[in-house]
């Protein structure tokens, strides 16, 4: 254990440079996310667009990342992840800045979208989670909690700071003063921050040569074939279905419960603490326990969120009870999801492989909240929506349970070592 720690303790006095780069990265490149909230009113008023129409913008670009997400994922491990992250963050940036051009016609909206989804995956979580995962091993599982605690600030600012903004400025003169803005402040540190070269973790360094060859694990095409990734790839879509649904309808559901909107906004501002709680707890126990055991309790426990939603009726607590439970599941799916990644399908082609996971899990993001939108309009209210939520994330929770211990730790030396080093249940 004592070996363990040591290790865990050399990782972060070698590679921090890179968890903060990444969390920089995160935090900034999710801002398109938290802010179109702020703006959909704005300019839906402006130009007489529905809402289902702007939020269609986001699935589209969801569905153009799950067709090359694994190979943007790939040329980064070849080439590096500073050399895509930097003209990919400059990029974002710019396509950020972009959205403030649309109107009055609705299609250049859509165009926006399809001009950021070609440039987006250069510099979004899977990325950031590469640098991450290839240069941890003992402690990968904080190491990206860290590092995607950038969404919980971003959540925390983002939606404030942008309504700051357009009441000032306007929405169309926001989304170039928000590109500019994290362009100045995030491309000088992360040019800073990033390490040079190819990423690899120590045992890859000392092997010499091309890190997707020396390290361990599956080939994207060998993921395809193995059970496990299907196991993930399930998991994936239910969580990205299903939290982003929870979290949409969260405020409408207090109030459709007898709870005044001031009220149930200011519940709703747990879930962001929460998810930074959650996303720090998971990440220590994905290095100290079983992660499929971890996994499991992670994916259950928006079960117990639906559970606790369907019996808010006019209860504050419960509905700040709600939130702390969404907020805790919410800041570890992610992160969990690529731990298992690494440890279940190696880190020869992590990005690949996670990068196709991810994007099921955006496809989800995408359709999720349109189309649980339809369920509450056809029944009328929430019951029927959080009632099948609620049962559909037990599946995955199941199914996690199923992986068996995982066959790769990054180190190839230390494999075999470590896996029997895994605790029983």
Known sequence: MTSNSSAAVREWRENWRVVLAASIGVCLTILHFYTLGVILGPMSRDYGWSKTAITAGPTISAMIYFLIASRVGRFASRVGVR????????????????????????????????????????????????SVASRFDRSRGLALAVALCGTGVASAIAPYAAALAVAEFGWARTYPLMGLTALAIGWPLIWWLMPRGAPGTAASKKAGGDSTLTLPGHTFAEALRDRRFWILVFAAAVLGFGMPTLMLHFVSIGIENGISATEAAAAAGLIGVSAICGRLTAGVLMDVLPGRFVAGVMFAAPALACAVMLNVDGSLTTLAIGACVIGLCTGAEFDVLAVLVSRYMGMREFAAINGQVAAVFGLGVGFGPALSSVVVDATGSYDVLLTGLGMAFLFPAALVLALGKPPYHGHPAEDEALAAEEPAL
């Open 83 to 130: 050399r895509v992250v930097l003209p990919g963050f400059a990029g974002y940036c710019f396509a950020l800045a972009m959205f403030g051009l649309a109107g009055p016609s609705l299609w250049t909206w859509y165009a926006l979208w399809l001009l950021f989804a070609l440039l987006y995956p250069f510099a979004n979580n899977n990325i950031w989670c590469l």
